[in-house]
């Protein structure tokens, strides 16, 4: 979510092969008992925007496996993000936590940094890739392990279990048995929603716009009538899994942000989706982490706020209102069957596997 520039300086070592110094590459480290990183109560530090939805994955991670007292976090201010380029990227407060300067927005807690970016150049100098959250930085070792959004929705799962308490050890979004279906599901999710509305929504043009948001909603419609099939309360039905946080870190910001400012209002989830609206309502009220990682506010702003050629003026909307309906019926068969009917949807809907 920023740009390329980078420091002057010699790059230094990396910790771990993963990142090669002074290119554009992640870093993919883990946090293992037997690895450079080994799992430590207060050695590990995350970087996380409360309005991206791939930094949301990571920090509702963090709160479901109990993790919030054993990795501390860092949170970044939701705009503005720079120039064209991105450059100098997302910033920090300077006056202190939760302050009048931005809610919930702290300042850097490890090295009083005012960009994001000059993390990135403690890991790497010569860093020339994005400056983007999450990022998992180790005080140990004085670098960074991992940010890659989808490495760490599955490693934070498992690389602390040595030092949790039972019942937080024993917690896995990626059980053994459903995991051919989660790797299924995630793909086509993966492709068509969670970065299908931003393919919608930076089209450059009308042909490009009218191409990808039919499968946003094929996808909608797919994951609608899963819910039922499987019974819920779930995706996949009665256990909490990879499917569940990568579908509602798109889905609590679909009616508040992509259906206007991403153009993706062929249809709501609160009018057009009964099945998945009753189920976010589920997520939201119902499972600790998920409200408590939500916030509007960084949401709808950073969106608003910093897309200046979507929005040029600047203008955050109100709404919708309430922010997620309450009241969730955990007898589905009570819940009508939704979607959207628009012919090119329903084709490409049979693209997409069970």
């Given amino acids: 979510?920023?740009?390329?520039?980078?420091?002057?300086?010699?790059?230094?070592?990396?910790?771990?092969?993963?990142?090669?110094?002074?290119?554009?590459?992640?870093?993919?480290?883990?946090?293992?008992?037997?690895?450079?990183?080994?799992?430590?109560?207060?050695?590990?530090?995350?970087?996380?925007?409360?309005?991206?939805?791939?930094?949301?994955?990571?920090?509702?991670?963090?709160?479901?496996?109990?993790?919030?007292?054993?990795?501390?976090?860092s949170v970044v201010k939701p705009y503005p993000k720079g120039d064209e380029n991105g450059w100098p990227g997302w910033r920090f407060p300077v006056s202190g936590d939760d302050s009048d300067e931005y809610p919930a927005a702290t300042v850097d807690r490890l090295f009083g940094s005012k960009f994001l970016h000059e993390v990135y150049f403690k890991a790497d100098p010569e860093y020339?890739?994005?400056?983007?959250?999450?990022?998992?930085?180790?005080?140990?070792?004085?670098?960074a392990v991992n940010n890659e959004s989808a490495e760490l929705l599955r490693d934070l799962q498992t690389g602390f279990n040595a030092i949790?308490?039972?019942?937080?050890?024993?917690?896995?979004?990626?059980p053994e048995h459903l995991r051919d279906k989660i790797d299924e599901?995630?793909?086509?999710?993966?492709?068509?929603?969670?970065?299908?509305?931003y393919k919608a929504g930076f089209a450059p043009g009308q042909d490009e716009y009218d191409k990808n948001v039919v499968p946003v909603f094929a996808a909608l419609n797919k994951l609608e009538k899963m819910v039922k099939e499987y019974g819920g309360p779930y995706i996949l039905g009665k256990e909490l899994t990879e499917v569940d946080i990568r579908a509602y870190a798109t889905l609590i910001r679909f009616?508040?942000?992509?259906?206007?400012?991403?153009?993706?209002?062929?249809?709501?989830?609160?009018?057009?989706?009964?099945q998945l609206n009753n189920y976010l309502k589920n997520l939201y009220w119902n499972v600790p982490g998920f409200k408590e990682t939500t916030d509007f506010r960084h949401i709808k702003e950073n969106y608003t706020k910093?897309?200046?050629?979507?929005?040029?003026?600047?203008?955050?909307?109100?709404?919708?209102?309430?922010?997620?309906?309450?009241?969730?019926e955990p007898d589905l068969s009570k819940v009508r069957i939704g979607g959207v009917s628009m012919p090119e949807v329903v084709e490409w809907e049979k693209k997409l596997s069970a």
């Fill in 306 to 328: 910093s897309h200046h050629d979507i929005n040029p003026k600047a203008i955050t909307p109100m709404g919708p209102f309430p922010d997620v309906e309450e009241g969730y």
């Fill in 128 to 143: 020339k890739g994005r400056y983007t959250v999450p990022l998992l930085w180790d005080r140990e070792t004085g670098t």
């Fill in 255 to 274: 009616d508040t942000v992509y259906v206007q400012h991403f153009k993706c209002n062929l249809g709501t989830i609160r009018h057009d989706y009964p």
């Fill in 1 to 73: 979510m920023s740009t390329t520039h980078s420091a002057p300086g010699r790059p230094r070592p990396s910790t771990v092969a993963e990142h090669l110094a002074g290119t554009d590459q992640s870093w993919h480290g883990k946090v293992t008992p037997d690895g450079p990183f080994p799992p430590q109560k207060g050695r590990y530090h995350l970087y996380v925007g409360l309005f991206c939805p791939f930094a949301h994955r990571a920090n509702l991670v963090r709160h479901l496996k109990g993790l919030t007292e054993v990795v501390d976090v």
């Fill in 185 to 197: 599901v995630s793909e086509w999710m993966q492709t068509y929603l969670n970065t299908g509305v």
């Fill in 164 to 174: 949790l308490p039972r019942e937080y050890a024993q917690v896995t979004l990626y």
